[in-house]
């Protein structure tokens, strides 16, 4: 087995250890003939608990776990700044987000290669999606209260290192009754969400360990396990501060990174390649900060420009969401006691999770998620002013229009949301009303909106400027808006209807939608991320706005790769995190294959 030749040399050197980087850096060291080091600028949290235990997600964000980045001010949105979070700590945002673990669609992937990406269709991806994850079911009775009749074990993951179940249980009416009503309204879940060809409601898993009832993230079912490696070394709290590169375009080869650790200035050496896992926000940063990037931005900062690539940090795309919250009728339970922080809630709670492993503390952030046939009103030709534009556009009309996807998805959770920023203060946080919600969102899946997010200065400990462009497309809030109204009728529908006040209040005196109008300002005034940027470091042809190949090669360098979400050319339709597992997996073998 071999040894590091010295402290500051390996085979690959990953920057980042969060999502994709710990997959990728699990599944190389496999191989005891391979070193590895990776540079993660965030720490090793595997025993804390705000990570561990599922409910506690929402006070990571904003936290010192959290890079905190903002958006520039959003005309789409009335000029908001948006809070972007992103995860901080060995397993990335992984280790931060809310749990939801959902599919994308087959024509959602399909697209991928139909923009120039041969072996990135749905057949070549899908083994990847049930290679991360277990799927554990629950027992018979929460079953059929959660409305589980669609599983189908020939497309679920069986043996993944990431844990996933089904937080819902027979005391909560809600996951029945939101699967119950969209079975009268005749939009039911079709097949299983990872066969990809799935519409419908349904309840959707977690990554939340069933045995445990801890989070199951990155860190956990992949970094841990590989840290007893002799050949892999986890280097924290390590600040990259540019990506070493000789030689000219197209030959250009990465032959090691700068990084400050605990203050001190390093050269870390790669013998094969330099790979990078840094996020969609700080991978084309560093490369910005490293040479590659448009030449005219790039001078303009002081950068000596080693390869010329306009495209670095266009693309960005995101699922905006919004959502009303509604009164519900007494004895049905939500999480609002927990967020007001009632002394007696937090007490049941808290012995409940030590005592019994249940409760409100295994819940985690979305349980109950629809996606909704198409909404048609694209324009008969397209409005788009560029060629990149133009195909994007093409790809997300087809896209919807495949019968196996759609324009928009609806979510419920059992707690109100504080969706007006004068509902907060920056002193003491949200302010929650007194009695309980359960509220209703949309998201548009597949958004034509795209921004980018490039350097503010040529210091790399300076956060880059970021603007996802939101409703820059006016076909977006026109399709949301329509997407909001159907939040409406779902909540007077039956049999959901029954579980809210007929005349109760509701989450502002805004919410009280009655026509588009009103829905379209409504959105302006609250939408706000996901989280689920992508695309900043686009995988397609370099004529055609690509940064990466289908190798996942840096367009211009031998040997430098990216694997993380800023390579994904179209968002997928969910919650992005399937997707980032996926891709991270693939990109392993990609590498061992020396493809």
């Known amino acids: 087995m071999p040894l590091f030749d010295t402290a500051d040399t390996a085979d690959y050197v990953m920057v980042g250890g969060g999502t994709s980087g710990s997959v990728v850096a699990n599944r190389l060291s496999e191989d005891p003939n391979v070193t590895v ?38 005309p789409g949105l009335g000029n908001r700044k948006i809070p972007l979070p992103q995860g ?40 990847y999606y049930r290679k991360f994850y277990t799927l554990n079911l629950p027992d018979k009775a929460i079953k059929q209260h959660l409305g589980l009749d669609w599983i189908d074990k020939n497309v679920a993951g069986d043996s993944g290192p990431i844990q996933t179940s089904f937080t819902g249980v027979i005391d ?13 309204l005749g939009v039911a879940s079709t097949t299983d969400p990872f066969s990809g060809t799935s519409m419908g409601a349904y309840s959707n898993m977690s990554t939340i360990d069933p045995v445990t009832k801890t989070r199951s993230y990155a860190a956990s079912g ?160 397209s409005t788009a002013e560029g060629e990149a534009d133009r195909q994007h556009e093409e790809i997300v009309r087809r896209v919807i229009e495949s019968g ?28 929650y009303q007194p009695e309980n919600f359960a509220s209703i969102g949309c998201i548009q899946t597949h958004p034509l909106s795209k921004g980018r997010p490039h350097i503010s200065s040529n210091k790399p400990d300076t956060k880059p400027d970021i603007d996802p462009c939101y409703f820059s497309h006016p076909l977006d809030l026109k399709l949301m808006s329509r997407h909001l109204l159907t939040c409406l009728k779902i909540r007077d529908s039956e049999p959901l209807s029954r579980y809210f006040e007929p005349d109760g209040k509701r989450n ?41 190949d289908d190798r996942l090669i840096v367009w211009g360098t031998r040997n430098l790769r990216v694997v993380d979400a800023s390579i994904f050319p179209i968002i997928s339709r969910g919650n992005t995190m399937s997707t980032v597992y996926a891709v991270a997996e693939k990109a392993a073998d990609l590498i061992k294959k020396g493809a």
Not at 89 to 101: D, F, R
Request: glycine share 10%; proline share 6%; charged share 20%.
């Open 404 to 431: 196996d996807d759609g324009s928009g998805a609806l979510f419920l959770i059992s707690a109100q949301g504080v969706t007006y920023e004068n509902a907060a203060t920056e002193d003491h946080g949200p302010v």
């Open 222 to 381: 992949y970094a841990a396990p590989a840290m007893k490696r002799p050949n892999l070394r986890f280097v924290f709290g390590a600040e990259v501060q540019s990506v070493l590169l000789r030689g000219p375009d197209p030959d250009v080869e990465a032959y090691g990174v700068e990084v400050l650790v605990g203050g001190r200035p390093r050269t870390i050496k790669a013998q094969k390649e330099v790979i990078l896992a840094a996020g969609v926000f700080q991978t084309p940063k560093l490369l910005e900060l490293s040479g590659i990037g448009g030449k005219e931005f790039l001078s303009k900062h002081g950068i000596e420009v080693v390869i010329e690539n306009p495209n670095v940090g266009e693309n960005l795309q995101d699922h905006l969401m919004t959502g009303i919250s509604f009164e519900v009728v007494d004895g049905v339970q939500t999480a609002d006691p927990l967020a007001r922080r009632e002394p007696q809630a937090l007490k049941a709670a808290k012995e409940m999770y030590q005592t019994e492993k249940t409760g409100p503390f295994c819940i985690s952030g979305i349980g109950s998620r629809a996606y909704l046939p198409v909404l048609t009103l694209f324009p008969s030709s």
């Open 88 to 127: 901080k700590l060995l397993g990335g945002s992984s280790g931060l987000n809310g749990q939801t673990l959902v599919a994308p669609s087959k024509a959602g992937i399909d697209a991928w290669a139909s923009l120039g990406n041969p072996g990135w269709d749905w057949v070549s991806l899908s083994s």
């Open 37 to 74: 080091i990776v540079l993660e600028v965030g720490e090793n949290h595997l025993n804390d608990p705000r990570i561990n235990i599922p409910a506690f997600w929402s006070s990571l964000v904003g936290s010192d776990l959290d890079w905190q980045f903002q958006t520039l001010s959003q």
């Open 172 to 184: 909560n009416p809600l996951p029945n009754a939101w699967v119950e009503t969209f079975k009268k």
């Open 508 to 548: 502002h005196e805004k919410a009280f939608i009655k026509t588009l109008e009103e829905a379209k300002q409504y959105l302006i005034d609250t939408a706000e991320t996901t989280y689920h940027c992508c695309g900043t470091w686009s995988m397609r042809p370099r004529d055609q706005g690509g940064v990466v």
